[in-house]
């Protein structure tokens, strides 16, 4: 994929926001370096995904990617370490907003369309998704039926990552002030993801 700004300024945030709780877990400054290296490798040879709503996700998952790779950390460490790292920085929780303003009514006209053009697939590695619209039983719904970390973990011989990454949606949910429910991840073998978002 291309190497461009966002691509660029997403993945230096991810690791500018890591540094901290890597250093803690005992990870090496010539690791640091690597990391970054291995992260602009992968993102150099990566599928293109065109859909700018879920570019951070993608290249999330490309960091993820680059950290197991050269930390001597498990993946579940790695995956505290990013979690951790999230959760206490402030340009995250600012960057996300509310759950009031994600969950707006007003905004499911633009989702529906992002909706039908997700099925266009205009990259090969972008996520697919039925919008739901709310209902008795919740706020919001997503159904993904292909999720572009998946993608990027299966191109890199490395399924298997991908459901760590699927934990944060709580934590995305927990930090904006709503409340998701789900019972099945393409991870995890599901047919699809079954995201429901409700106001705590």
Same mark, same amino acid.
């Given at each position: 994929m291309?190497?461009s700004?966002?691509?660029w300024?997403?993945g ?7 540094k ?8 090496s400054g ?5 990391i970054?290296?291995e992260h602009?490798r992968i993102?150099?040879r990566?599928?293109?995904?065109n859909?700018?709503k879920l570019?951070?996700?993608y ?6 990617i680059?950290? +197991?790779?050269?930390t001597?950390?498990?993946?579940e460490e +790695?995956? +505290? $370490?990013l979690k951790?790292?999230l #959760?206490n ?7 996300l907003?509310? #759950? !009031?303003?994600y969950?707006?009514q007003k ?5 529906l369309?992002?909706?039908k !053009?997700?099925? !266009?697939?205009?990259?090969?590695? +972008? ?9 008795d039983e ?7 039926h292909e999720c572009g970390?998946c993608?990027?973990c299966r191109? !890199?011989?490395?399924p @298997?990552?991908a ?9 995305i949910a927990?930090t904006?002030?709503?409340?998701? $429910?789900r019972?099945?991840?393409?991870a @995890?073998?599901g047919?699809?993801c079954d995201?429901?978002y409700?106001?705590?």
């Amino acid at each position: 994929m291309k190497y461009s700004f966002k691509a660029w300024f997403y993945g230096h945030f991810f690791h500018s926001t890591c540094k901290k709780e890597l250093k803690k877990a005992g990870v090496s400054g010539s690791d640091l370096r690597k990391i970054v290296t291995e992260h602009k490798r992968i993102t150099f040879r990566a599928k293109d995904m065109n859909d700018e709503k879920l570019l951070s996700s993608y290249i999330m998952g490309i960091y993820f990617i680059a950290l +197991n790779r050269v930390t001597n950390l498990s993946a579940e460490e +790695n995956y +505290n $370490v990013l979690k951790a790292s999230l #959760a206490n920085s402030s340009i995250f929780r600012k960057g996300l907003g509310t #759950a !009031e303003d994600y969950l707006d009514q007003k905004k499911i006209p633009e989702r529906l369309k992002w909706s039908k !053009e997700s099925y !266009e697939r205009t990259g090969e590695n +972008n996520w697919v998704v039925d919008v739901l619209p709310g209902c008795d039983e919740y706020d919001l719904g997503y159904d993904y039926h292909e999720c572009g970390i998946c993608k990027i973990c299966r191109d !890199e011989g490395c399924p @298997e990552l991908a459901k760590y990454l699927c934990r944060l949606d709580y934590l995305i949910a927990d930090t904006m002030g709503a409340t998701l $429910v789900r019972t099945k991840t393409l991870a @995890e073998g599901g047919d699809f993801c079954d995201f429901r978002y409700s106001l705590k």
